[in-house]
């Protein structure tokens, strides 16, 4: 052999390989796992799942990272088309009662989400637009039970004073139970001298939200 194809042969042998060589169709152990891989009932299951878990959160809150490490927005959805279908009220009570329609609180909800998200972006917050989203409209967990419990109360005929204070505490309950929940999730993620300014427009969305819920007098 030449000198010349000596050095050739040198340097091919410190040239490294990168990579791996796989044979298709045998498993590896270092395969990663796949929803793809799953059935369907499998991953709908998980979903539902951590959205449970998201509202067990909401319902005991501390402060966490749960709602903020893996945000969704099937729950804000799910709560929202709730709400909207149970504040509807008959077309012939709109006009008595004064309640909103399906289209009303569902645009209150998402705008309303979507400004004090804007809100808390602008004032310098350290989270991302769907993450605050995210946790704002889980919170309204609470809110969705005080719910219930007002139309429950409304199915009597008969409306009295102690009825009326009682769908009232319970949406006062619901009102201060979201807006705790909702500043131990966000509060971590404002500005220290700006966390008044960002905790006003969450403490408004939710009163208005109460209101909403507060002010529907029909079952």
């Known amino acids: 052999m030449s000198d010349v194809e000596f050095h ?35 991953t709908i299951m998980r979903d539902l799942k951590a959205v449970g878990v998201k509202f067990w959160h909401v319902l005991y809150p501390k402060t966490s990272t749960a709602l903020l490490r893996e945000w969704d927005l099937w729950g804000p959805l799910i709560l929202c088309v709730f709400m909207a279908m149970m504040l509807q009220g008959d077309t012939l009570d709109q006009m008595h009662d004064g309640g909103p329609q399906f289209a009303e609180v569902f645009v209150i909800y998402w705008v309303g989400a979507v400004v004090v998200t804007l809100n808390t972006k602008l004032l310098g917050g350290n989270i991302s637009f769907f993450q605050s989203v995210c946790v704002l409209g889980y919170c309204v967990c609470p809110l969705s039970i005080a719910l219930i419990i007002c139309r429950c109360i409304l199915i009597a005929k008969v409306q009295t004073t102690v009825l009326f204070i009682i769908r009232f505490v319970a949406v006062v309950v619901g009102f201060g139970w979201s807006t705790f929940a909702s500043t131990a999730f966000l509060a971590e993620s404002q500005p220290p001298n700006r966390k008044v300014l960002a905790m006003y427009p969450i403490f408004l969305f939710y009163f208005v939200i109460s209101w909403l819920i507060i002010s529907h007098t029909h079952s």
């Open 8 to 42: 050739e042969q040198g340097e091919l042998n410190d040239i490294s390989l990168e990579g791996e060589i796989t044979v298709p169709g045998v498993p590896s152990n270092k395969d990663e796992f796949s929803t793809l891989d799953e059935p369907v009932k499998d």
